[in-house]
C-alpha cells in the first residue's frame, strides 16, 4: 500500500519554482532518504507533503487520503476541507530539524499533550504510552524535565517519541542531526535505525551519507527542483549515475 | 498629631479611589489590549489599519484628554446631560475614569503583546499545527503562555506607570489620593500631606515590584 503518493507537485516562491513536477510514491514499510544540496528543494517538498507548505499544483495522498488535487483542465490546486486536513494530519509524524519542542511543557506533557487534547484520550492512556516511548528512546529518566535541561540529541528524541505518540502511519524528518554535533548524532540516528527495523515508514531528509545508505531502501537524489536520481540505496550512493549526483557525492 | 491622623485618613480615602482606579484599568485594558493586538496582527488591511490608527492617537496624545473627552463625549455627542449619568450607581466621573484609562493602557499592551506574540518562532506554530491542535488551542495552551513570560518585564512596566498615572484622574475631579492630598496641602499650607501621598505611591509599587518578580519568578524554570 503506498503510504505517500505525489504526482507532478509544483511549488513556487514568487518567481522561484521551488518544485518543478515532483513525482514520488512510499510503499508501507519503506525507508527513503532524500539528498541533495542544499536549496534543491528536499525541505521544500517535505513541508509541502506535511501541510505546512501549499502547493500550486499536483497531488498528494497521505495513507490513502487525498491531501490535493488538481482537476483535469485546471491548474489550481484544490485541497481537502478543514475536516479532512485534520484526520490526514493524524495519520503521519514530523520531526523538526531544530526540535520545536515546546519549552514551558515538560517532556511529558510535550508528548502527551496532543493525545489528551486532540485525541482525546486519557491521561492514564496517554501516560502509559509516553513511559513506554520514553523507554523506547532511552530517556526513562527524564519525563518530568525541561526541554531546555536536554543535550540536543536528547531534545531530538523527545520531539521524534512526540511524534511517535499519536501512532502515526508514516514520519518524516527533516535533517534530524544537522543541529547536533557527531556525538549527539549517533544516539538519534540510532533510534531512527531501530524505527526502521520495525519496519515504520519513513522519509527522511538527510546529509548523513552513510547512514542513508545503511538505514534507506531506497536514495532519492534532488537538485534543482526535480528529482534527478533514486533507486536502490547502495546503488545510488556507490554507484551514481547522473553527473550531478556524482558531483555531489564526492563532496563527501 | 491628630492633624495627621486626620491626613492620613483623608489620602486613605483617596487611596480607596486611586485602588478602584488600578484595578479596573488592568482588569479591563489587559485583555483588550490582547484584542487589539490580534487585531493590529490581523491579515485584513483595514482592520490592521484602524488598528493601527487607534494606537497611534492613544500613544500620541495626552492621557488627560482622553480622558476629558471620554468624560464629555456623551454631552457632546448626544446632548446626554452628565449630572445624570450613572452606570449602576457609579459616579460617571469615576467611569469615565475607568474607560479613559482602560482605551489609553489597552492600546500600551497592545503593542507589548504584539512583540510578545511576534516573537515565538514560527516552528512553535508549525509543531502544533503538526500534531493537531486548532488555532486557539495553539494561541492558549502554546503561544499565550510562552508570551506571558515574555512580556512580564514589560508589563511590570507599565502596571507601575499606571498607578501613577491614576493622579490623572483629578482632571475629572475624581477624588483619588493626589486630588485630596493637594485640597490637604493647601488646607494646611504644608507640603507634607503631599509628601505622604508619595510614600502611599512609592509602598504601593514596592509590592506590585515584589508580586510582579514573584511572577517572574515562577516561569523561570524553563528558558
Same mark, same amino acid.
Given at each position: 500500500m503506498k503510504l505517500l503518493e505525489m504526482k507532478d507537485v509544483k511549488k513556487s516562491f514568487g518567481d522561484l519554482q521551488v518544485l518543478k513536477g515532483i513525482d514520488l510514491s512510499v510503499e508501507q514499510g519503506e525507508v527513503v532518504a532524500i539528498i541533495g544540496p !542544499?536549496? &534543491? &528543494?528536499k525541505s521544500t517538498l517535505l513541508r509541502c507533503a506535511t501541510t505546512l507548505e501549499t502547493i500550486d499544483s499536483g497531488f498528494i495522498s497521505i495513507g490513502g487520503d487525498t491531501l490535493v488535487s488538481t482537476p483535469a483542465g485546471s491548474d489550481k490546486a484544490h485541497y481537502a476541507d478543514k475536516h479532512q486536513m485534520t484526520e490526514i494530519r493524524s495519520k503521519f509524524g514530523l520531526v523538526f530539524q531544530n526540535f520545536?519542542? *515546546? $519549552? @514551558? *511543557?515538560s517532556v511529558r506533557r510535550n508528548i502527551t499533550e496532543a493525545l489528551v487534547s486532540? @485525541? =482525546? =484520550?486519557s491521561k492514564e492512556e496517554a501516560n502509559s504510552i509516553c513511559d513506554e516511548l520514553l523507554a523506547k528512546m532511552g530517556l !526513562?529518566? =527524564? &519525563?518530568? !524535565?525541561? #526541554?531546555?535541561?536536554?543535550s540536543g540529541g536528547q531534545q531530538q528524541r523527545v520531539s521524534i517519541a512526540r511524534a511517535l505518540a499519536t501512532n502515526p502511519e508514516i514520519l518524516f524528518f527533516d535533517? $534530524?542531526? !544537522?543541529?547536533?554535533d557527531p556525538e549527539l548524532t549517533a544516539g538519534v540516528l540510532k533510534v531512527i535505525r531501530d524505527l526502521a527495523e520495525e519496519k515504520m515508514t519513513m522519509v527522511i531528509v538527510t546529509h548523513e551519507m552513510s547512514f542513508a545508505r545503511d538505514v534507506a531502501d531506497r536514495i532519492i537524489f534532488m537538485d534543482g527542483g526535480v528529482i534527478v536520481e533514486q533507486g536502490p540505496a547502495s546503488e545510488v550512493i556507490n554507484? #551514481? =549515475?547522473?553527473d550531478r549526483t556524482k558531483e555531489f557525492l564526492a563532496g563527501y | 498629631m491628630e492633624r495627621y491622623i486626620s491626613t492620613i485618613t483623608q489620602l486613605a480615602a483617596g487611596f480607596k479611589f486611586t485602588l478602584i482606579i488600578f484595578a479596573f484599568t488592568i482588569l479591563f485594558s489587559i485583555p483588550l489590549g490582547l484584542l487589539v493586538a490580534k487585531l493590529r496582527m490581523s491579515k485584513f488591511k483595514v482592520i490592521s489599519g484602524i488598528t493601527r490608527v487607534y494606537i497611534s492617537i492613544m500613544r500620541g496624545t495626552p492621557l488627560m484628554l482622553q480622558l476629558l473627552l471620554v468624560y464629555f463625549l456623551p454631552n457632546m455627542l448626544f446632548g446626554i446631560a452628565l449630572r445624570d449619568l450613572n452606570f449602576g450607581g457609579v459616579d460617571y466621573r469615576l467611569t469615565a475614569t475607568v474607560i479613559g484609562f482602560s482605551l489609553n493602557y489597552a492600546a500600551y499592551f497592545a503593542e507589548i503583546f504584539r512583540g510578545g506574540i511576534q516573537s515565538i518562532p514560527k516552528g512553535q506554530y508549525e509543531a502544533a499545527q503538526i500534531l493537531g491542535f486548532t488555532n486557539t488551542q495553539t494561541f492558549f495552551k502554546i503561544v499565550l503562555p510562552q508570551v506571558i513570560k515574555n512580556v512580564l518585564p514589560a508589563v511590570t512596566n507599565e502596571v507601575i506607570t499606571l498607578v501613577k498615572d491614576t493622579s490623572l484622574a483629578q482632571v475629572l475631579s475624581v477624588t483619588e489620593m493626589f486630588t485630596a492630598a493637594k485640597a490637604l496641602s493647601s488646607a494646611q499650607v504644608s507640603i507634607m500631606p503631599l509628601i505622604a501621598a508619595g510614600v502611599f505611591y512609592y509602598v504601593m509599587n514596592g509590592l506590585v515590584e515584589i508580586v510582579m518578580n514573584r511572577f517572574e519568578k515562577s516561569m523561570n524554570y524553563y528558558h
Open positions: !542544499s536549496g &534543491g &528543494g520545536n519542542l *515546546f $519549552p @514551558h *511543557f486532540v @485525541h =482525546k =484520550k !526513562s529518566e =527524564k &519525563g518530568d !524535565s525541561y #526541554p531546555c535541561n536536554l535533517e $534530524p542531526t !544537522s543541529a547536533l554507484n #551514481p =549515475k547522473n | -
